[in-house]
């Protein structure tokens, strides 16, 4: 039975948030300390543990950013959505790894089987999303990257569908805009907090620390 890393809930708390990564470190000192490894389907029911899920974002040298159609899913809010992000629960470790660096060293591994790249770069890192809009949704925290591509490869048919000419195709952002709403709710997040017309930075706004 697969294991995976999980932190307690009380960590970041709830709502739905992008918090900016300068803003979480305070909150990854404490998973430090608290981190464990549960079997998979107890984590998935558990209303006590959440799940690390480090994923990117992938955009190219004239920030476009890269979408994918997703599977169909029993959850109505991720199934057939388009989505920005790419990547997989933590479910390996090398000894005397950090929670920093075990959820990086399986970022990478998610990046080339999902789609097919090995980064010339460190993904850089851009914030966590907390959301709390379901009790489903709040069982996952995504650590959340950015990397520059030209192309990607889609490796994961469970994840995203190769039927959609949407799928690997890189759009601007006022595309991404006027689409919004078809986005899966941690990219919608993504579009709504750090993407603007002018390309990607992040909007000026009032943090409010959980």
């Not at 480090?54 to 955009?59: N, W």
């Amino acid at each position: 039975m697969q294991d995976v890393l999980v932190f307690p809930r009380h960590v970041f708390g709830e709502g739905f948030t992008l918090l900016p990564w300068d803003a979480v470190q305070p909150y990854i000192k404490r998973i430090e300390t608290t981190f464990e490894w549960l079997p998979r389907p107890e984590a998935e029911v558990s209303d006590y543990w959440v799940q690390a899920i480090p994923c990117v974002f992938v955009k190219d040298k004239e920030d476009k950013y890269c979408i994918f159609r997703r599977v169909e899913n029993e959850r109505e809010d991720l199934s057939r959505r388009l989505s920005l992000v790419v990547g997989g629960h933590v479910d390996s470790a090398n000894d005397g790894e950090c929670f920093e660096a075990t959820m990086f060293s399986n970022l990478i591994r998610e990046i080339n089987e999902e789609i097919g790249i090995h980064p010339e770069e460190d993904p850089h890192p851009v914030g966590v999303i907390v959301d709390g809009s379901s009790i489903k949704a709040s069982r996952h925290v995504a650590f959340l990257y950015e990397m520059t591509a030209a192309q990607v490869l889609t490796n994961a048919p469970e994840e995203f569908t190769r039927r959609s000419r949407l799928t690997g195709e890189f759009v601007s952002p006022s595309q991404l805009g006027r689409r919004h709403n078809e986005f899966d709710p941690w990219s919608r997040l993504v579009i709504e907090e750090y993407v603007c017309p002018d390309g990607l930075m992040p909007k000026r706004r009032q943090i409010s620390y959980l």
